[in-house]
């Protein structure tokens, strides 16, 4: 059974969830009051990092997670993950790298050396006298590796299963991934709300994904009356988050007059036929992930990450999966696959489209006044029943000097 199979089978345990629409718009913005003071993201939720293969050969690479700075290396084996930021005058360890052995990192400026794996001063090259040494430590993060990628934590809990913060499925075994990571100059939260946006189909609806399928998209789809209640809101164990189902919840459109210009596109394809350009149900989970299953194709799924890099940048995790792939082999080609086909059409044109969204809702909320001046329809009944789920179970609003500069004298080596 593929993730949309188990989404449906899973009931949703927990408290139940009502999305709340009342009539005044002032009282409607304070359903997701938390949600719009998440600028730099939810604290103390797992978060994508890198790619494993970007640790390759011992190679340290430094990051920027909901504006902490952090520096993660492979030694022996195993990811550890640093405070980018020297103990002795804060500077990022990361403005030059110095690893003289594989398991320290020498600050490029005054020598002071620390243990990767617990972030312990081992050494100061400088004074190697100082009764510092052994004493403080920068500050360790928990990591955890999943489906080829590196999860960091932030916060200041201790860490609930990496399973709780990753879209339903993601995890399944026997699923290989595959992908990338760019940056995308926007907010995390227009990515999330364009990648849940499903009748922001408009934008794709000349893609050549579907050309690639023999099949093309509709010009536009727009929610059943009641699409409140067909949404598939998960509160209970496990990931937090929400199903839309594109085939069950949408009428599609296929053409708009326009005056004397009329844009039609063609019903070959109808919409939920059982042809190989199928119609995915998309889901949106906590903290900023999003699953659009069996897209681009029966047996595929696309899973996304939109990591708070700080206020107006996120880092994009574009992730191509072959539902069931026990194979080794086969795995090899599927990788192959994205690379060569699907990477072009889904990642670089379809995702696009999607980045050049998410820019202009940047333009429109953080530049300018969105949050007050927005006109929201029932087609953005998902959108709010995202916001106020954030606003309801978050752990934490990441803030302003969340990791700032510790007292030294209060570190002690473990």
Do not use: H
């Given at each position: 059974m593929n993730a949309a199979g188990s989404a449906s089978a899973a009931a949703a345990a927990g408290g139940r969830f009502e999305i709340q629409t009342p009539k005044s718009i002032r009282a409607l913005r304070k359903t997701w009051e938390l949600y719009r003071q998440a600028d730099l993201g939810l604290r103390n939720h797992w978060y994508p990092i890198c790619w494993a293969y970007e640790l390759a050969d011992g190679k340290p690479l430094a990051q920027k997670v909901l504006g902490e700075p952090i520096i993660v290396r492979r030694v022996d084996g195993k990811v550890y993950a640093l405070e980018d930021r020297c103990l002795h005058r804060r500077v990022p360890l990361s403005y030059r790298f110095e690893?003289?052995?594989?398991?320290t990192v020498t600050c490029w400026y005054h020598g002071f050396t620390y243990d990767w794996k617990t972030?312990?001063?081992?050494?100061?090259?400088?004074?190697?006298?100082?009764?510092?040494?052994?004493?403080?430590?920068?500050?360790?993060?928990?990591?955890?590796?999943?489906?080829?990628?590196?999860?960091?934590?932030i916060g200041d809990i201790e860490p609930p299963p990496l399973a709780d913060d990753v879209p339903l499925g993601f995890l399944d075994a026997n699923r290989v991934a595959h992908g990338r990571r760019i940056k995308v100059d926007s907010?995390?939260?227009?990515?999330?709300?364009?990648?849940l946006d499903s009748t922001h189909v408009y934008i794709h609806r000349n893609s050549r994904i579907a050309g690639a399928l023999d099949g093309i998209y509709p010009m536009g789809i727009a929610a059943k009356p009641d699409h409140a209640k067909l949404l598939d809101i998960r509160t209970g164990d496990g990931p937090k988050g929400l199903l839309d189902s594109l085939s069950e919840n949408y009428e599609p459109i296929w053409s708009g007059d326009i005056g004397e210009a009329t844009e039609v596109t063609s019903a070959q394809l109808k919409f939920g036929e059982e042809l190989d350009l199928v119609i995915p149900s998309v889901g949106i989970w906590m903290p900023c992930g999003v699953s659009v299953f069996d897209f681009p194709k029966r047996g595929m799924s696309a899973y996304e990450f939109y990591v708070p890099i700080d206020k107006k940048s996120h880092m994009y995790f574009q992730i191509s999966t072959k539902d069931d792939c026990p194979d080794l082999k086969e795995a090899a080609v599927f990788r192959r696959l994205v690379d060569d086909f699907w990477g072009p059409l889904v990642f670089d044109e379809f995702n696009g489209d999607d980045v050049m969204a998410?820019?202009?809702?940047?333009?429109?909320?953080?530049?300018?006044?969105?949050?007050?001046?927005?006109?929201?329809?029932?087609?953005?009944?998902?959108?709010?029943?995202?916001?106020?789920?954030?606003?309801?179970?978050?752990?934490?609003?990441?803030?302003?000097?969340?990791?700032?500069?510790?007292?030294?004298a209060g570190a002690t080596a473990p």
């Open positions: 690893c003289f052995t594989k398991d972030g312990v001063l081992r050494t100061i090259l400088t004074d190697p006298a100082c009764e510092l040494i052994g004493k403080m430590a920068v500050k360790t993060y928990r990591i955890e590796e999943a489906q080829g990628l590196v999860f960091v934590f907010n995390w939260r227009w990515a999330c709300e364009n990648g998410r820019e202009g809702l940047e333009d429109g909320y953080t530049n300018g006044d969105g949050w007050q001046q927005e006109y929201l329809t029932p087609n953005d009944i998902p959108v709010i029943a995202w916001r106020q789920l954030v606003s309801r179970y978050a752990r934490g609003v990441q803030q302003i000097g969340s990791n700032g500069p510790r007292d030294g």
